[in-house]
T-cell receptor, first 113, second 113 residues
Framework: EAQVTQNPRYLITVTGKKLTVTCSQN?????MSWYRQDPGLGLRQIYY???????DKGDVPEGYKVSRKEKRNFPLILESPSPNQTSLYFC????????????FGPGTRLLVL | QQQVKQSPQSLIVQKGGISIINCAYE??????FPWYQQFPGKGPALLIA?????SEKKEGRFTISFNKSAKQFSLHIMDSQPGDSATYFC????????????FGKGTHLIIQP
């Protein structure tokens, strides 16, 4: 089954404790992206990657890091989480062509205390 | 600067009625306009999309109307059903696939039986 998976689905942590949210896709997509969703703000792009070893900032990259060492994986790293990073996070992927359909993962709900 | 403005924020429609959600964009370089549907606890999923070379696209009960001169596009859901109750996001992108999606803030739609 073609899908984007994220782990963990739910996470409670404390300020300053480094964490990683994993994202994996099995569709051989070149393009992967991370979004955060906050009430009243919609979805905002954090980082994206056009292909392996190619990443770039989205609209709200502060406080986040990413890496793309393999085509299928695109982890999101919060090296020193803060309460304002409490949010619902989505990973997405798509073929890097004019076809724009992005496939979203199920989401990771993060609470930073 | 919000590049895609969506309204209304919430909408209640009676079963069988027409649901209408509007979006306006600012960047004339946008060349792809999708609508995503999100159910609680799930990631967004592509519902329907349009490119600016057409003024309308219909798929079943869902229609996108596009007004290039006004830089506006809207989603119409005909014969709305309780199963259509979800959050709807309009989005826009450019570059034939090179750029990610810029989302509106979302509309929470409730279809009353």
């Amino acid at each position: 089954e073609a899908q984007v998976t994220q782990n963990p689905r739910y996470l409670i942590t404390v300020t300053g404790k480094k964490l990683t949210v994993t994202c994996s896709q099995n569709m051989n997509h070149e393009y992967m992206s991370w979004y955060r969703q906050d009430p009243g703000l919609g979805l905002r792009q954090i980082y994206y990657s056009m292909n392996v070893e190619v990443t770039d900032k989205g609209d709200v990259p502060e406080g986040y890091k990413v890496s793309r060492k393999e085509k299928r994986n695109f982890p999101l790293i919060l090296e020193s989480p803060s309460p304002n990073q409490t949010s619902l996070y989505f990973c997405a992927s798509k073929v890097r062509t004019a076809e724009e359909t992005q496939y979203f993962g199920p989401g990771t709900r993060l609470l930073v205390l | 600067q919000q590049q895609v403005k969506q309204s209304p924020q919430s909408l209640i429609v009676q079963k069988g009625g027409i649901s209408i959600i509007n979006c306006a964009y600012e960047n004339t370089a946008f060349d792809y306009f999708p609508w995503y549907q999100q159910f609680p606890g799930k990631g967004p999923a592509l519902l329907i999309a349009i490119r600016p070379d057409v003024s309308e696209k219909k798929e079943g009960r869902f229609t996108i109307s596009f007004n290039k001169s006004a830089k506006q596009f809207s989603l119409h859901i005909m014969d709305s059903q309780p199963g259509d109750s979800a959050t709807y996001f309009c989005a826009a992108s450019r570059g034939g696939g090179a750029d990610g999606l810029t989302f509106g803030k979302g509309t929470h739609l409730i279809i009353q039986p």
